[in-house]
């Protein structure tokens, strides 16, 4: 069965701190890994990664996958109050007729205390 | 753009009752998924739109969930009867793109909270 998971499940640190944020992933024909925020209600999307070793960048978040370990993880520096969320990680899988199915971790609980 | 919304946003009915929750994609978005979320567990996958037809209903807990999507626009989710079990945050998301949408971004709407009492 399809597995990804998360860790820490929460996360408590003081504004301006930097946190990495994990994912690894056990799934049949990976195609991509996405991350989303969740504050209050729908999830947003931040990333989408599919190539290894390659970061992709917004602001003060960044990403990275790594294929060879089945895994990817969210930087976050000087972190913010406003960056308190829910941080969900999902994969979707390859080229089949149930391609587009996300499966999803539990989640990161990010605090940012002042 | 108005993003994907979703109604009723809270919703407590009693066990054995009939709940119709609604989800409106992004206009023009020919992909609509619908996940739930049990609490203290991972979000899942329920099914998956492709304009009208139904992709893939392989996460659909069991057959007092039907949903449907005339028309290829707004979809609706029906638990009929409902139960204990049933109760959790529902989200519907898209994404544009004919077919499967494989690289394109899912948006996801803010859920609608289901009790069942």
């Known amino acids: 069965e399809d597995k990804v998971v998360q860790s820490p499940l929460s996360l408590v640190v003081h504004e301006g701190d930097t946190v990495t944020l994990n994912c690894s992933y056990e799934?049949?024909?990976?195609?991509?890994l996405l991350w989303y925020k969740q504050e209050k209600k729908a999830p947003t999307f931040l990333f989408m990664l599919?190539?290894?070793?390659i970061e992709k960048k917004s602001g003060r978040l960044s990403s990275i996958l790594d294929k060879k370990e089945l895994s990817s993880i969210l930087n976050i520096t000087a972190t913010q109050t406003g960056d308190s969320a829910i941080y969900l990680c999902?994969?979707?899988?390859?080229?089949?007729?149930?391609?587009?199915?996300?499966?999803f971790g539990t989640g990161t609980r990010l605090q940012v205390t002042l | 753009e108005a993003g994907v919304t979703q109604f009723p946003s809270h919703s407590v009915i009693e066990k054995g009752q009939t709940v119709t929750l609604r989800c409106d994609p992004i206009s023009g978005h020919d992909n609509l998924y619908w996940y739930r979320r049990v609490m203290g567990k991972e979000i899942k996958f329920l099914l998956h739109?492709?304009?009208?037809?139904?992709?893939?209903e392989s996460g659909m807990p069991n057959n007092r969930f039907l949903a449907e999507r005339t028309g290829g626009t707004y979809s609706t989710l029906k638990v009929q009867p409902a139960e204990l079990e049933d109760s959790g945050v529902y989200f519907c998301?898209?994404?544009?793109?004919?077919?499967?949408?494989?690289?394109?971004?899912?948006?996801f709407g803010p859920g609608t909270r289901l009790t069942v009492l």
């Open positions: 739109f492709v304009k009208e037809s139904k992709q893939d």
């Open positions: 999902a994969v979707k899988k390859g080229y089949t007729g149930t391609a587009s199915k996300l499966t």
């Open positions: 998301a898209s994404s544009q793109g004919l077919g499967r949408g494989i690289n394109n971004e899912q948006f």
């Open positions: 799934v049949t024909n990976f195609r991509s």
């Open positions: 599919t190539s290894s070793g």
